[in-house]
């Protein structure tokens, strides 16, 4: 029964994706763009990818709407028609998804106990996380501490693009002489919408609330640094949605979030250059206590905490950087 | 029912093309990017389905349960999401910049203009 | 019964996705969005228990906050583009 | 006891299943925007409340009914006011409540 609800949804999730293509206006598109989101994320609820769809639930029902809307304000949003090599690009495509369709008759089916994928490695981090680091979440597990490594790369690859939007968009264009200054830029907020301000500044405290509740609670349950940051990240934006920019960036300035952008990442590399101060191996958490789980525990709080960090810093930092621009 | 579990598979690769079609035929650039991440999304389905084991649940462990899916693509695709959107981030701030410069983003366009 | 009750919601989403595909306004896309992101929220919390994992209702709870931010940020796109057409007329601060 | 609570909680869950369909057909069916959303915000919030009530008389008294009750509380707060927002900017932006949508709200086809 589920995997016919599961076939149902991602039938869903075609069309959806269909119509964004076809699509002529890009504001619908990018409207479009989240129900897909929402789509993706109740299929990787389906499929037993909690953590998951908690990430996908943070990022796309908020945070990539707001980015592809502040860069439609500063582009435009009508494309103008496809380009002239339509028919090719359709043969290619075409071509291309029969190759992959005749290439998943090797694979093994959905839910195969046997399939590769759940002999090796996995099962051993099923296995040995009681054991080794004896948390719950395998998930945040593996990804604290089996591969700290990968997410230490992850979040270094997320700290460069976030500076990488800074320096593109404080870039002063040609056309534009007259520095903008944020405090008299006539950004109101969503002010004559009442009910919308009343109501948005009563969730924003539960928001934070909940973004503090994911990132501590990432041991035991879904969640951890990534869906926190981005969470965290979403209440400010509310925040800068609701009584305009300027005010969020008194709240929150560009200068602090530079620093937590660099912070979080720096607090990362810090737990693993300790690991290796106190004699055991880069990111090596256990020699952090005489208890090598409690060591274990306390390695991976910290670096969900850098890396939580990190990602609201890199998101409100990219959020900022495209709204300073948007000044039409 | 083989078949049946193979429909994941096949949603995969039509998301996938559909994300292609989007890079590949559309001059405009955020519709591009818009595809890139259908293409990118399409991955992260591929990899979760994979994951999926029959009467598993998530790999959270708890009493008495003894079979979960595999954790490690969900810990890859946990990270590529965020990574996905800084980096649609960094695209879209150079889509941005080049609007600027060209007054464009239609790839033909911005070509004509960098003919002259 | 849970079963009923999801089936009812997915065919709810499609029809939801259908009217986000015919418009005609984007108004009635931007309605339709919101009713997929509350139809998600119901739908998640009766999978929680379907699957009998209820501590998954996190989920649920992340897009009951967060959906609304979409919506917002739809809102006031919308208004800085009609503010930015007004000035362009010259009929407006 | 057990067999009252169960009957009610089916009850409630397939009346929410009920409203949501039902408001899902108004969504699609209706002639224009106002009724549309109408159709929708109203039927959301009623079904909302059956179906989250559903459950947690189905959870009983744990963590779970806690964060059901949070959801409930959260949806009944965003779902009217992203209505009212929409219905707002919608009539700010011209398109008239009495007839169908007009020139400036289309943005394709």
């Known amino acids: 029964m589920i995997i016919l609800f599961g076939i149902f949804l991602l039938t869903l999730l075609v069309i959806t994706a269909l119509a964004i293509v076809r699509s002529e206006s890009l504001f619908a598109a990018v409207i479009l763009t989240g129900i897909f989101s929402l789509l993706m994320a109740a299929n990787f609820f389906l499929l037993d990818a909690a953590d998951v769809a908690l990430t996908e639930a943070a990022i796309g029902a908020g945070i990539s709407t707001v980015l592809f809307l502040g860069a439609l304000a500063l582009t435009g949003e ?186 979080g990442a720096l607090l990362y590399g810090a737990v693993g250059v300790t690991g290796m101060l106190l004699g055991g191996n880069f990111l090596d958490y256990s020699v952090l206590a005489s208890d090598p789980i409690v060591g274990q525990h306390i390695g991976i709080i910290l670096i969900e905490l850098g890396v939580g960090i990190t990602v609201t810093g890199v998101l409100l930092c990219v959020f900022h950087a495209f709204a300073a621009r948007g000044k039409v | 029912m083989e078949l049946l579990g193979l429909v994941y598979y096949w949603a995969f690769a039509i998301l996938l093309m559909i994300g292609f079609y989007a890079v590949i035929a559309k001059s405009n650039l955020i519709k591009k990017l818009i595809g890139l991440s259908i293409f990118q999304a ?53 889509v941005v910049r080049i609007k600027e410069e060209y007054g464009s983003i239609e790839e033909d366009e911005i070509q004509e203009r960098d003919r002259q | 019964m849970y079963y009923a009750v999801t089936i009812a919601t997915l065919i709810t989403m499609a029809l939801a996705l259908v009217r986000a595909l015919l418009g005609p306004t984007i108004y009635d896309r931007l309605l339709a969005a919101n009713m997929f992101g509350t139809k998600t929220v119901l739908l998640l919390s009766v999978v929680a228990f379907l699957y009998g994992r209820p501590d998954f209702l996190d989920l649920a709870l992340v897009y009951a906050l967060i959906n609304f931010i979409g919506v917002i940020a739809v809102l006031e796109f919308i208004r800085l583009r009609e503010d930015s057409n007004d000035a362009r007329q010259g009929a407006d601060e | 006891m057990a067999l009252a609570i169960d009957i009610l909680s089916w009850v409630l869950l397939s009346l929410g299943g009920v409203f949501v369909f039902i408001g899902g057909l108004g969504a699609l069916r209706m002639p224009n925007l106002y009724t549309r959303i109408h159709a929708a915000s109203l039927t959301d919030t009623m079904a909302a409340v059956l179906i989250i009530g559903g459950i947690m008389l189905q959870a009983g008294l744990t963590l779970a009914t806690i964060k059901l009750a949070a959801i409930l509380l959260f949806l009944l707060l965003t779902s009217p006011t992203a209505s009212n927002a929409l219905a707002s900017a919608a009539i700010l932006s011209g398109v008239q409540p009495d007839e169908g949508p007009i020139e400036r709200g289309r943005t394709s086809r």
């Open chain 1, 78 to 263: 009508h494309e103008r028609g496809s380009s002239k090599n339509r028919m090719a690009a359709l043969g290619v495509v075409t071509i291309t998804t029969l190759i992959v369709i005749y290439a998943t008759f090797d694979k093994p089916r959905l839910g195969d106990p046997d399939a590769p994928v759940q002999q090796h490695v996995g099962a051993w981090y099923l296995e040995n996380t009681p054991k080794l680091i004896d948390i719950p979440n395998a998930v945040t597990a593996v990804l604290g501490s089996f591969r700290g490594y990968d997410t230490l790369g992850e979040v270094f690859v997320v700290f460069t693009a976030g500076i990488g939007v800074l320096f593109l968009l404080s870039a002063r264009s040609a056309g534009r002489t007259e520095e903008i200054d944020p405090a008299n830029v006539p950004n109101r907020g969503l002010r004559h919408y009442l009910v919308p301000r009343v109501v948005g500044r009563m969730l924003i405290p539960f928001i934070f609330l909940f973004g503090l509740y994911v990132q501590f609670h990432g041991d035991y349950g879904p969640g951890g640094g990534f869906q926190a940051g981005a969470i965290v990240a979403a209440a400010v934006i509310l925040y800068a949605l609701l009584e305009g920019e300027a005010e969020a960036l008194r709240v929150l300035p560009l200068s602090v979030l530079k620093w937590l952008v660099a912070g």
């Open chain 2, 42 to 94: 399409a991955v992260f389905l591929l990899y979760i389905t994979m994951g999926k084991v029959d009467g598993g649940t998530a790999p959270i462990l708890q009493d008495g349960v003894s079979l979960y899916s595999t954790p490690l693509p969900q810990v890859l695709i946990l990270t590529a999401i965020v990574v996905g959107i800084s980096t649609t981030a960094l695209g879209l701030g150079i």
